[in-house]
Each structure stands twice: as C-alpha cells, then as structure tokens.
C-alpha cells in the first residue's frame, strides 16, 4: 500500500475515483494511517477549495486502510461495511490535505470480539485532515461494522 505504483493499480481496479483523484497512503502502520489528496484541478469546487467528497473519499482511504490490515492478520472471512458517516468541516482545502487515522487497535478488538461473539461489531474512526501549514480542514467520523463470517 506504500508502494504508490502498487497503490495506484489497487485502486485503480477496486476504487477507480480514489486513482482518478490522487489519493495516495504515505503512511501506514498497526496503529496510524496518513493518506493525502492533492489539490488540482479535478478535486477542486467552484468556490476555488477542495470538493467535500474528495475529501470524503481521502478520509474513508484513511480508516479502511488500517481496517483492512488488521483483518489480514485473521485466517477467519470478515464482512466489512461503512454503517454511518459523519464530518465537520472547519476551512477551506487550498492546498494538499492529510488526514491522518490513529485507530488500528480499535479495528483489532473489533475482530477479536466478532469472532468471539459471532455478531457484528462496531468501531467509529475519526480520521483529521490537515494541510501542511496544520490547519485542520474537517474531521470525519465513519462507523466501520465488521462481522465474522462462518466457515463453510
């Protein structure tokens, strides 16, 4: 996911817009994930900043990311979802935005207690998008539900 060639035809066959708009991992860890988004031309509103979803999409990139890096650690199968979205947007995306998600632990428990429990699970992930200046441009908050499958 690091590798941005690698990256690019990923999301190329499974989310082409993500492709089409730039997003890019620069980090990723059991913890925290960082994607960017670039601010050019196909991104941008009328209104000169960075179109919400753009941004919606770099975010959700952000927390899916490091969800589906804990699932890989499973042999179990795991439905995996977005039940809820909700966000807050602070300022104006004029430059390129990073938003950073910090809750890997969480989508490890999650799994662990869906396998236990046989019912889905939810974890809500808040994910902040920043400009490199520190301004923070919107937080979003997606509640991921995960549940165990049953082997055939």
């Known amino acids: 996911m690091l590798n941005p060639f690698i990256f690019f035809l990923f999301t190329l066959f499974k989310v082409p817009a993500v492709a089409i708009a730039?997003?890019?991992?620069?980090t990723l860890s059991g913890n925290k994930c960082t994607a960017t988004v670039p601010f050019k031309f196909l991104n941008k509103n009328p209104f000169k900043s960075m179109y919400f979803a753009i941004q919606a999409m770099a975010a959700e990139i952000s927390t899916a990311i490091p969800a589906m890096l804990a699932i890989e650690k499973y042999?179990?199968?795991f439905a995996m979802l977005v039940v809820e979205v909700k966000a807050e947007f602070f300022k104006k995306g004029i430059s390129k935005v990073t938003f950073t998600c910090e809750n890997g632990p969480d989508f490890s428990a999650a799994l662990e207690k869906s396998i236990q429990t046989k019912e889905p699970v939810t974890?809500?992930?808040k994910t902040i998008g920043t400009m490199a200046d520190g301004t923070v441009v919107s937080e979003f908050y997606f509640t991921w539900s995960f549940k165990a499958r049953e082997k055939k």
């Open 123 to 125: 974890v809500v992930a």
């Open 75 to 77: 042999d179990e199968s």
């Open 22 to 26: 730039g997003i890019r991992i620069k």
